[in-house]
Each structure stands twice: as structure tokens, then as C-alpha cells.
């Protein structure tokens, strides 16, 4: 079976603290991906990558970077965290030709 | 750009009732559908898929076909049981476009279902 491992399933952070969240997949997937869940607003895409070193920006990329430095795992690191961005986080990954993604069971980030 | 609209929920039903949760899509081109499952406390999973127009996914009693003439891919359960008490996501690929192959998501119906 895919996995995707997060590091963490529930995280309570401070304003202005630097945040790192983590991701590995055990599948050797190329395409790997960063979710924010908010209710009523369904999952948008932070960042994604395609390959080691590469990122893209989705659709809501300010206030966030990614690292990919190894092919299983993909960092969302929050450079200063907001109150904001208390949501839950979803990390996926699919081969490169298909668009099945998998996801790991998610994140729930508190920033007080 | 790419857009997916879906039902608002709760949707509440008995168990043993007929499901339809409404998806509709905006999209270029050919793009997949997919409709995924969040049960509560976890991460989503592929509930099923179709990559072209007129086929329809099925899984665990599920169905949902691609209609291109009214750009929907509905979801449909002849009877629900309670253990299908989760979010619904539908969801549309754009097919790989320099690599990502990424997902558009509707916002999620909430599905209650009570003995």
C-alpha cells in the first residue's frame, strides 16, 4: 500500500514562530503536493513539485515555502507564523502521468 | 481557469436511502474526474475515478458517471449505510501540464447517516 507519512497529526504553535511540517511518501512518486483544508472553502493547493529541487506555487503561496531536497519528502515550512494560517494541512503524492493522489491522514495547525 | 462546484451539505438520510451528491466542473479540455472520501480524523482517499467522457467509476457501492454534455460527474449510492458517514470530494485533472498533474477541489459535502 502508498503511504504518506506527516509528521504530525496535531501542532500548536506561536504567532511569528518559524514552522516546519513535513511530509515522506514511500512510493517513489514524482508529483508531490501541499493542501490547506478550511471548512466551506475545500482543499487549495499551497505548492506542489515535480521533482527533487523543483517547486511551483498553487493557488495560495503567500506566507509559505517548500523544500524538496530528496525525492520521498517534501517540507512546508510557515516562515512566520500567523493566525491565520491555523488550519488543517494535507500532504499528497502521485506518479508523474497520473493524476490519483494520495494523501496522508493531515496536519491540524493551531497558531495562538 | 478550472472549478469545481458541488453540492452544500449536510446532507442527512436514513439509512438504507438512495444518495446523490451534485457535481458540476469547469474545465478546458478533457480533464479527469475523480470523487474522494474524507472519514472523520483522516486524510482523503480515492473513493473512484473516470478519464473520459461517458465512463462511470464505481467502488464500494458508488457510482458517479462522466456526462460531458452537462459537464457533471454525480455521485450515487443505492443504499447508504452508516459507515459511509464522511466528506465528499469531487475533484477534476486537467490532464499533466508541465508536470504536477494537479487536482482542482469542489468544497466538500458532508454526508450524516442515521439508523
Known amino acids: 500500500d502508498v503511504k504518506v507519512t506527516q509528521s504530525s497529526r496535531y501542532l500548536v504553535k506561536r504567532t511569528g514562530e518559524k514552522v516546519f511540517l513535513e511530509c515522506v511518501q514511500d512510493?517513489?512518486?514524482?508529483?508531490m503536493f501541499w493542501y490547506r483544508q478550511d471548512p466551506g472553502l475545500g482543499l487549495r493547493l499551497i505548492y506542489f513539485?515535480?521533482?527533487?529541487?523543483?517547486?511551483e506555487k498553487g493557488d495560495i503561496p503567500e506566507g509559505y515555502s517548500v523544500s524538496r531536497e530528496k525525492k520521498e519528502r517534501f517540507s512546508l515550512i510557515l516562515e512566520s507564523a500567523s493566525t491565520n494560517q491555523t488550519s488543517m494541512y494535507l500532504c499528497a503524492s502521485s506518479f508523474w502521468v497520473s493524476a490519483e493522489a494520495f494523501f496522508g491522514q493531515g496536519t491540524r495547525l493551531t497558531v495562538v | 481557469g478550472n472549478s469545481v462546484t458541488q453540492m452544500e451539505g449536510p446532507v442527512t438520510l436514513s439509512e438504507e436511502a438512495f444518495l446523490t451528491i451534485n457535481c458540476t466542473y469547469t474545465a478546458t479540455g478533457y480533464p479527469s474526474l475523480f470523487w474522494y472520501v474524507q472519514y472523520p480524523g483522516e486524510g482523503l482517499q480515492l473513493l473512484l475515478k473516470?478519464?473520459?467522457?461517458?465512463d462511470k467509476g464505481s467502488n464500494k457501492g458508488f457510482e458517479a458517471t462522466y456526462r460531458k454534455e452537462t459537464t457533471s460527474f454525480h455521485l450515487e449510492k443505492g443504499s447508504v449505510q452508516v459507515s459511509d458517514s464522511a466528506v465528499y470530494f469531487c475533484?477534476?485533472?486537467?490532464?499533466?501540464?508541465?508536470?504536477?498533474?494537479?487536482?482542482?477541489f469542489g468544497t466538500g459535502t458532508q454526508l450524516k447517516v442515521e439508523l
Open positions: 473516470a478519464t473520459k467522457a461517458d
Open positions: 475533484a477534476l485533472s486537467d490532464g499533466v501540464t508541465g508536470g504536477g498533474n494537479k487536482l482542482t
Open positions: 512510493m517513489d512518486h514524482e508529483n
Open positions: 513539485s515535480y521533482d527533487v529541487k523543483m517547486k
